[in-house]
Structures are given as C-alpha cells and as structure tokens.
C-alpha cells in the first residue's frame, strides 16, 4: 500500500501562485507514474501532469496548463509537486496527486485525499 498526503492548496487571487506538494508513505518513483489531476463542481477528474517514473522524468501537461504548470520531484524526500503560476479562475478545483503502475497484468493506481484550490478575485 502507499498512502499518499497532499498540501499546499487554498485561495489566491487571478494571476497568483501556488505550489502542492503530495508525499508518498514509501519511495515508489522508480517505479510508479506520478500525476496530479483536478476535479471541478459538476465535472468530471481530469489529468493535468504527469512525470514518469526512474530517471528519465518525462513530463506531460493537460494544454489548459501548459507554461503556467510545472511538475516536478524530490527522490530524497518522496514528494512530488505542481508549481502553479498565473492561475485563473478555471483552475479552481479540488487537486489530487496519483501514482501509477502499470504491468502487462495489473494497473494499480493510488489516491490522495484531494486539496482545494480556489482562484477567486
């Protein structure tokens, strides 16, 4: 099992900047696809970056986000982030950080408990 904590979330202003952090219970990035996704009111989860696993750290971004998102991680401290800049309103969500693996036989995926992000003037 892997438990995964999210934080950083709150209220900002057009524009601002956040940053979410999500660490993981065990060191998992050598092995597991970590992401972050989003879920707004009345819509449903949808994917706004990925970073594979080992040492390639290949990243991908949702178009919405791109040159305003950036995901990254610290190996040492098993945590994963979402620097966010030039947020806007679109972005308010409720954010949940996943991890993945996936094998010829299992596709198993790991949940936060979500952090609210609000972009409100």
């Known amino acids: 099992q892997v438990q995964l904590v999210e934080s950083g979330g709150g209220l900002v202003r057009p524009g601002g900047s956040l940053r979410l952090s999500c660490a993981a219970s065990?060191?998992?990035?050598?092995?597991?696809?970590m992401g972050w996704y989003r879920q707004a009111p009345g819509k449903q989860r949808g994917l706004v970056a990925t970073?594979?696993?080992?040492?390639?750290?290949?990243?991908t971004y949702t178009d919405s986000v791109k040159d305003r998102f950036t995901i990254s991680r610290d190996n040492a401290k098993n945590t994963v982030y979402l620097q966010m800049n030039n947020l806007k309103p679109e972005d308010t969500a409720v954010y949940y950080c996943?991890?993945?693996?996936?094998?010829?036989?299992?596709?198993?995926?790991?949940w936060g408990q979500g952090t609210q992000v609000t972009v409100s003037s």
């Open positions: 996943n991890a993945n693996r996936k094998t010829t036989i299992l596709n198993t995926n790991y």
């Open positions: 065990r060191d998992i990035f050598s092995i597991y696809t």
């Open positions: 970073i594979t696993s080992g040492s390639g750290e290949i990243t």
